[in-house]
Antibody, heavy 121, light 106 residues
Framework: EVQLVESGGGLVQPGGSLRLSCGAS????????MNWVRQAPGKGLEWVAS????????FYVDSVKGRFTTSRDNAKNSLYLQMNSLRVEDTAVYYC??????????????WGQGTMVTVSS | EIVMTQSPATLSVSPGDRATLSCRAS??????LAWYQQRPGQAPRLLIY???TRATTIPARFSGSGSGTEFTLTISSLQSEDFAVYSC????????FGQGTKLEIK
């Protein structure tokens, strides 16, 4: 079964750090772009970051540039999101999603169940 | 940034009827448009990509159309499991989502 499982969410104070992990199974992880998408409570989806198969390219939404870093370990079938200098507005469910590479850009064809990150004092 | 605007915010439709959801881009995205379904408490599910291509295992009652800046998701003969939130995503330049349309039972 193709599956993504996130972990690492929790409550953190503003200015703090958190590292999310996403474990993949059921497919050849090293062959896919991988992504993070978040959803604030009661809000729509927001793409956060993408990383190429060999880590040669990373992309981020402007609001997290310089604060968040995504990485991957293809040997461990794992994706990571290091989040520093967290803000209240980063509060959201964070989803790991597999990238479905199309002629121009990525759709997201497999999603994890999400992990909640709450930034609050 | 390309802004995606979905309408209406909430759509009330009876089971068995047809639902038509709209998504507008602030500039042309060609056919680089995807639709997702999200049931309460669940992760999103890819329905449509390339504006009109159904993803694997998606029933034929889901169809997408449009190009440029105007897109439509049509669900014919609504089933109980179709009542959910639907979001569009452009992937022409970076990636942005619409705010979602909640499809509720009338």
């Amino acid at each position: 079964e193709v599956q993504l499982v996130e972990s690492g969410g929790g409550l953190v104070q503003p200015g703090g750090s958190l590292r999310l992990s996403c474990g993949a199974s059921g497919f050849s992880f090293r062959d896919y772009w991988m992504n993070w998408v978040r959803q604030a409570p009661g809000k729509g989806l927001e793409w956060v970051a993408s990383i190429q198969q060999d880590e040669s390219q990373e992309f981020y939404v402007d609001s997290v540039k310089g604060r968040f870093t995504t990485s991957r370990d293809n040997a461990k079938n794992s994706l990571y999101l290091q989040m520093n200098s967290l803000r209240v507005e980063d509060t959201a469910v964070y989803y790991c999603a597999r990238g479905y590479y199309l002629i121009r850009g990525l759709a997201f064809d497999i999603w994890g169940q999400g992990t909640m990150v709450t930034v609050s004092s | 940034e390309i802004v995606m605007t979905q309408s209406p915010a909430t759509l009330s439709v009876s089971p068995g009827d047809r639902a038509t959801l709209s998504c507008r881009a602030s500039q042309s995205v060609g056919s680089s448009l995807a639709w997702y379904q999200q049931r309460p408490g669940q992760a999103p599910r890819l329905l449509i990509y390339g504006a009109s291509t159904r993803a694997t295992t998606i029933p034929a009652r889901f169809s997408g159309s449009g190009s440029g800046t105007e897109f439509t998701l049509t669900i014919s003969s609504l089933q109980s499991e179709d009542f959910a939130v639907y979001s569009c995503q452009q992937y022409y330049h970076s990636s942005t989502f619409g705010q979602g349309t909640k499809l509720e039972i009338k």
